[in-house]
């Protein structure tokens, strides 16, 4: 089997040499993934042509720069299926708008002996913030733990929903085991036991058709730049009822209505928790990812890349020695997060990358998960629309060459 | 990688000097290095006249951590308590004779930081211990 693409030529990137002579082979895009060249362009051309701020001014440059801005949200409110674009917040990132959770929704709603549930393969930024948050409020924090296979331990929930917390945090997909986690469900039987939901979605937003009204969260968090956007911008996505009910987040220009000098009057949604001059360049450049996306077509990402995964799993477990964690290849987005023998992750990584070979090495911010594992750290090649074949058979030929030199 | 994991490096890697614990002993540490995971513990003890006798390290991490580790535990028997302070990063890179980029540079300081720590902790006692 092999899975070619006709989308390589868009990532301009992809055509450098890491190494002279050694072109690069990318297999890091659950970190963050490479930009076409349209998003590039559309960023320049931003600062070239339109740079002014926004929401205010009534001069042309202003027009423009806040009908970016604004347009960039339209189109991510079309691409998550949002009610409206009053539920689409930006953010600096997926951590950002967690945060913004926890600091505005969390510090009104959780209180002394409440409870929060989050699962055992949390990335960092959906436990500390929660953590964080419980250690303030004396709040109770339950876990949903993982399966030795790989997938979320659904046994406990019912039990754990019976003490009614207030919120239940989970992934979507994880970013080391690529487990795609049953949203629908989970989220159906915590709003049964009263509490609300709140989604990581930094690593399916990028590589699934997502639709937030169909998952039943109450927030949906995810990060532009791994889909194919800029750093800098994320969204959090909420249910225009809560959003509503709940306090500014960061306060200044931009999420105020009126200020006076003692107080003052919030904005509306979504401005009143976007306080300051906003990432207007990457806001545009993310409009032009989602663009770029949607003519793609979400399920033919998801295609290519469960047709990558299904060949890199065969491919690396012919490997003596080679042990992939999580799920079969149907139940899990692009990724490969595994271990090699006895050879740490950061030596395989730093061989692979003379070849050019660029995976990630270390616990990609779930150490409760290695920990789970018995693991300090893995290697994890993960794929992304512009991976061909030809990428995971390089990546097993380097493989050999570690094993050779570790033997 | 011809530089990185050059036979020396690799050699220590495969079979560590000096690997394991000493108890008791004058001075001991432990750290670890969150970016990756590695892990290392050193046990020194030292003679009359406070100079390295005999040390020890055990640890589990990449093989520039540990050869780092390994090297560095050889390099240090017979030198006082002082000389072991004025250790830097030029000594660890000398004796692994490599260039590295700056991830994996903590990788090769963890072993000296452990050390330096250790020699700290035991000057600490002592100053408590003259007052």
Redesign the interface.
Known sequence: MTASTPYRADFPILDREVHPGVPLVYLDSAATSQKPSVVIDAMNDYYRRSNANVHRGIHQLAEEATALYEGARQKIARFIHAASTKEVIFTRNTTEAINLVAYSWGRVNIHAGDGIVLTEMEHHSNLVPWQMLAAERGAKIHIIPVTDGGELDLGPLDGILAQKPKLVCFTHMSNVLGTINPVRDIAAKAHAAGALVLVDGAQSVPHLPVDVQALGADFYAFSGHKMCGPTGIGVLWGRQSILEEMPPFLGGGDMIKRVYLREFKPNDLPHKFEAGTPAIAEAAGLGVAVDYLSGIGMAAVRAHEQQITAYALERLEEVPGLKVYGPPAEKKGGVAAFSLAEVHPHDIAQVLDRDGIALRAGHHCAMPLHDRYQLPATARASFYLYNTSEDVDKLVAGLYKVKKLFS | ?DD??RELI?DHY?HPRNHGTLDPHDFSFQDENP?????LRIDVRLDDERRVKEVAFTG?????SQASASMLTESIVGKSVDEIKQLGKDDILDLLGIELGPT?LK?ALLSLKVLKAGAYGLEGAKYRDDE
Not at chain 2, 60 to 64: D, L, N, R, S, V
């Open positions: 990688m990185l994991y690799l495969k970016l990756c995971g590695d892990e589990k991490g990449c093989a520039i994996r990788c």
